[in-house]
C-alpha cells in the first residue's frame, strides 16, 4: 500500500544516518522515529513557491532523501511509511486537526501512523515540525516528558459525537494546550492526497502564503515564519513560554539562513523565486 518496495531504504537510512538494527521491535521504531525527526526538515517551499506537492514516494524520496530538503506532514509520512512498511512493521495512517489551543473546528490536515509493535500502540508523529523526539504510547492519561519536552494524550470528544485524542502541549501557563485531534479512523494514501491538495493549493490555506520552516534539534527548535526566526530552547519549550530568541530577516537573507540555520538547500531558480515571492508578499 505505501510502496515499501520502491524505497531505496540503504539512501533513507543514510540520509538519517541510522545505522541500528532493521527488524520491526520497538527500539528500531524509537530510533528511526527520532533520527527522522532530527534529520529530515519541516518546510512548506514548495506549496508556497509552485503550489504543487507530490506524494509520489519516487518524488518524495528524491526530494526529502537524495536531494535533502524538507517538506510537511503528507511527505514525511509517505517516506517513513514506506520505510516501516519495508522493515515489518505493522501502522495505520491517521488523521488530525491542528488546534495549537484553538477552540473551532479546523480541517483534519495532519497526518500521523499508529504503529503496533510489541503489544503497544504507538503514535509516530514525525512530520509536525517541532515534533516529538519518540512516538507516544496511545494510552489515556498518558503523561511523558521526551528528552525534556512534555507532552499528554487524553481521549476526548473531538467534534459533536465523535470521540477520539487529543495530544497536548505545555500552554505557558502551568496548564496544557492542545496541540491536535485525532481519531483511529484508518487513512489511505487516498486520503492523504484530498488533504495535501488542499494544504498545497487551497485559497484558505495557510501554507501556501508565506514560507514556513522549522528544524528541531535536540537542545532547541528554529523556526522560519515569513520573515520572522524564532529560536526556543529545548527547557523554554518545557514550559510552552515564549521564544528565546525572535528576529526579523531581509528577504535576500532568506536562502543563506535557509541553508546555514535549517539546513534546506535551494536551487538557484528557487532562492531567487522564493526572495521575489516574499518581496511581493511584503509590499
Same mark, same amino acid.
Given at each position: 500500500m505505501w510502496h515499501g518496495e520502491q524505497l531505496d531504504l540503504d539512501a533513507y537510512l543514510a540520509r538519517l544516518t541510522y545505522e541500528g538494527e532493521h527488524i520491526p521491535t !520497538?527500539?528500531?521504531?524509537?530510533?528511526?522515529?527520532?533520527?527522522?525527526? &532530527?534529520?529530515?526538515?519541516?518546510?512548506?517551499?514548495?506549496?508556497?513557491?509552485?503550489?504543487?506537492?507530490?506524494?509520489?514516494?519516487?518524488?518524495?524520496?528524491?526530494?526529502?532523501?537524495h536531494r535533502g530538503r524538507g517538506g510537511y506532514c503528507y511527505e514525511h509520512i509517505t517516506l517513513f511509511a514506506?520505510? %516501516? !512498511?519495508?522493515?515489518?512493521?505493522?501502522?495505520?495512517? %491517521?488523521?488530525?486537526?491542528?488546534?495549537?489551543?484553538?477552540?473551532?473546528?479546523?480541517?483534519?490536515?495532519?497526518?500521523?501512523?499508529?504503529?503496533?509493535?510489541?503489544?503497544?500502540?504507538? &503514535?509516530?508523529?514525525?512530520?509536525?515540525?517541532?515534533?516529538?523526539?519518540?512516538?507516544? !504510547?496511545?494510552?489515556?492519561?498518558?503523561?511523558?516528558?521526551? !528528552?525534556?519536552?512534555?507532552?499528554? %494524550?487524553?481521549?476526548?470528544?473531538?467534534?459533536?459525537?465523535?470521540d477520539g485524542w487529543a495530544l497536548h502541549q505545555p500552554d505557558g501557563r502551568g496548564g496544557w494546550m492542545v496541540r491536535h485531534t485525532f481519531t483511529e479512523t484508518p487513512q489511505y494514501p487516498v486520503d492523504n492526497e484530498v488533504g495535501n491538495h488542499f494544504i498545497a493549493t487551497g485559497p484558505h490555506s495557510p501554507f501556501n502564503r508565506r514560507p514556513f520552516v522549522q528544524r528541531i534539534r535536540a537542545d532547541r527548535t528554529d523556526q522560519l515564519d515569513g520573515l520572522t526566526w524564532t529560536t526556543t530552547t529545548a527547557a523554554t519549550a518545557a514550559t510552552g513560554g515564549e521564544p528565546d530568541e525572535k528576529r526579523t530577516v531581509h528577504p535576500h537573507e532568506l536562502p543563506g539562513l535557509l541553508s546555514g540555520t535549517f539546513g534546506v538547500e535551494l536551487s538557484p531558480a528557487e532562492a531567487r523565486s522564493l526572495i521575489e515571492r516574499v518581496q511581493r508578499r511584503e509590499e
Open positions: !520497538e527500539a528500531t521504531l524509537r530510533a528511526l522515529h527520532r533520527a527522522h525527526v &532530527l534529520s529530515v526538515r519541516w518546510d512548506n517551499l514548495d506549496s508556497f513557491l509552485h503550489r504543487s506537492v507530490s506524494l509520489d514516494l519516487a518524488d518524495v524520496q528524491g526530494k526529502l532523501v514506506a520505510a %516501516l !512498511e519495508r522493515l515489518g512493521f505493522r501502522f495505520t495512517a %491517521l488523521a488530525g486537526r491542528v488546534q495549537m489551543g484553538a477552540e473551532k473546528i479546523l480541517p483534519a490536515t495532519h497526518a500521523m501512523l499508529l504503529v503496533e509493535v510489541g503489544g503497544r500502540r504507538l &503514535l509516530a508523529d514525525v512530520g509536525f515540525g517541532a515534533s516529538p523526539l519518540a512516538p507516544i !504510547e496511545l494510552v489515556d492519561g498518558n503523561e511523558v516528558t521526551i !528528552e525534556g519536552r512534555p507532552f499528554l %494524550l487524553r481521549r476526548t470528544e473531538i467534534t459533536p459525537g465523535a
